[in-house]
T-cell receptor
Framework: GAVVSQHPSRVICKSGTSVKIECRSLDFQATTMFWYRQFPKQSLMLMAT?????????EQGVEKDKFLINHASLTLSTLTVTSAHPEDSSFYIC????????????FGSGTQLSVL | EDQVTQSPEALRLQEGESSSLNCSYT??????LFWYRQDPGKGPEFLFT???AGEEKEKERLKATLTKKESFLHITAPKPEDSATYLCAVHNNAGNMLTFGGGTRLMVKP
């Protein structure tokens, strides 16, 4: 089956620093990737939709200058949490859909961000 | 706006005690309904896709069914390793994204 690799799995950083999370589709091309945020015991909240070669589309309430998304190729999207603060601590998950299909999303394994 | 509601929020079962999880939805044109399993600290793992009312899919102890308003995930004779959060999501005809329900946390005790 298709694999989505997300890295790092866990990161601890100081308040005010920036953190980059990578999401790669290993064996398929993904025109669209999605970034989710998940708080403990809650469901996934869509943050933004990332399209290859164009600007990301952010959901209401998500600061685009805070959460920078780059989708540089058909297999790689990155999420950079800029000037992280403790309230940004959360579980971030990426997902990808095969190019030009309506099939299921494949999810990465998630990144647990802890900001001290 | 698409909405997905899952119930119950949490479910405790004894090993072997069959039950069902519910996913109620409203969507502007259903392209697909998805069930995922999520273990703590992990990303969701795909289970099933259902596309039209009346469709059913099975995998080991799990069976998913779909009507025009809801989907059920039936768990037959569950085992402790079935303990996880089960997420339901819908994909509408208009957009690219999935709308997720709040999930059901299933705990199966030996």
């Amino acid at each position: 089956g298709a694999v989505v690799s997300q890295h790092p799995s866990r990161v601890i950083c100081k308040s005010g620093t920036s953190v980059k999370i990578e999401c790669r589709s290993l064996d398929f091309q993904a025109t669209t990737m999605f970034w989710y945020r998940q708080f403990p015991k809650q469901s996934l909240m869509l943050m933004a939709t990332s399209n290859e070669g164009s600007k990301a589309t952010y959901e209401q309430g998500v600061e685009k200058d805070k959460f920078l998304i780059n989708h540089a190729s058909l297999t790689l999207s990155t999420l950079t949490v800029t000037s992280a603060h403790p309230e940004d601590s959360s579980f971030y998950i990426c997902s990808a859909r095969r190019k030009a299909t309506n099939e299921k999303l494949f999810f990465g394994s998630g990144t647990q961000l802890s900001v001290l | 706006e698409d909405q997905v509601t899952q119930s119950p929020e949490a479910l405790r079962l004894q090993e072997g005690e069959s039950s069902s999880l519910n996913c109620s939805y409203t969507v502007s044109g259903l392209r697909g309904l998805f069930w995922y399993r999520q273990d703590p600290g992990k990303g969701p793992e795909f289970l099933f896709t259902l596309y039209s009312a009346g469709e059913e899919k099975e995998k080991e102890r799990l069976k998913a069914t779909l009507t025009k308003k809801e989907s059920f995930l039936h768990i037959t004779a569950p085992k402790p390793e079935d303990s996880a959060t089960y997420l339901c999501a819908v994909h509408n005809n208009a957009g690219n994204m999935l709308t997720f329900g709040g999930g059901t946390r299933l705990m199966v005790k030996p």
